[in-house]
T-cell receptor, first 117, second 114 residues
Framework: AQSVTQPDIHITVSEGASLELRCNYS??????LFWYVQSPGQGLQLLLK??????LVQGIKGFEAEFKRSQSSFNLRKPSVHWSDAAEYFC???????????????FGKGTKLSVKP | NAGVTQTPKFQVLKTGQSMTLQCAQD?????MYWYRQDPGMGLRLIYY???????DKGEVPNGYNVSRLNKREFSLRLESAAPSQTSVYFC?????????????FGQGTRLTVV
């Protein structure tokens, strides 16, 4: 079955430091890949997505992610973290086929980011 | 733009009570979803509606029913609430039922069953 793994449950970084959030997926073909962010008390918002082409994709709020097929990874990065980036981040795989109890988006369990002043 | 609107935002129920969570989207999307979010469990799909007139079970459908009232509205009903249904519920919508389509989420309903 398809799955998404985010190995880090909680990460703390200092404001201004760089950030990398890890995401690994299991899928039988080249997947559609997403990163969503959830600010406290809010719903999820799309940060960026990868469908094909350039493996380095840019998103909103200064985030980027790199698709590495050989490693089945889609890690999220930001060169300099701001206090407002404190949130929970979800990686997701989009299925190319229809149906199934997992739905068309398979989410990882999330990584909570805390930012130290 | 309102996007996806969920009501209510907070609710406390007693065990055995029933309630309906409402969701409406104004983006003319075909597909709508209900998720629950629990600590350490991520988002789990309860039910989805790939298009108006269709609904399908997700990963955790037991204890829930849904109605796709029209293209805009997708409600989630708890017939007899149980403490295990204490959770944050999110409604989402997307233009089509494809894995390459962005999903838009409501702000959530925080439900406590005592």
């Amino acid at each position: 079955a398809q799955s998404v793994t985010q190995p880090d449950i909680h990460i703390t970084v200092s404001e201004g430091a760089s950030l990398e959030l890890r995401c690994n997926y299991s899928y039988g073909a080249t997947p559609y890949l997403f990163w969503y962010v959830q600010s406290p008390g809010q719903g999820l918002q799309l940060l960026l997505k990868y469908f094909s082409g350039d493996t380095l994709v840019q998103g909103i709020k200064g985030f980027e992610a790199e698709f590495k097929r050989s490693q089945s990874s889609f890690n999220l990065r930001k060169p300099s973290v701001h206090w407002s980036d404190a949130a929970e981040y979800f990686c997701a795989v989009g299925r190319k086929n229809y149906g199934g109890s997992q739905g068309n988006l398979i989410f990882g369990k999330g990584t909570k980011l805390s930012v130290k002043p | 733009n309102a996007g996806v609107t969920q009501t209510p935002k907070f609710q406390v129920l007693k065990t055995g009570q029933s309630m309906t969570l409402q969701c409406a989207q104004d983006m003319n999307h075909n597909s709508m979803y209900w998720y629950r979010q629990d600590p350490g469990m991520g988002l789990r799909l309860i039910y989805y509606s790939a298009s108006e007139g269709t609904t399908d079970k997700g990963e955790v459908p037991n204890g829930y029913n849904v109605s796709r009232l029209n293209k805009r509205e997708f409600s989630l009903r708890l017939e007899s609430a149980a403490p295990s249904q204490t959770s944050v519920y999110f409604c989402a919508s997307s233009a089509q039922y494809m894995g390459n389509t962005e999903a838009f989420f409501g702000q959530g309903t925080r439900l406590t069953v005592v």
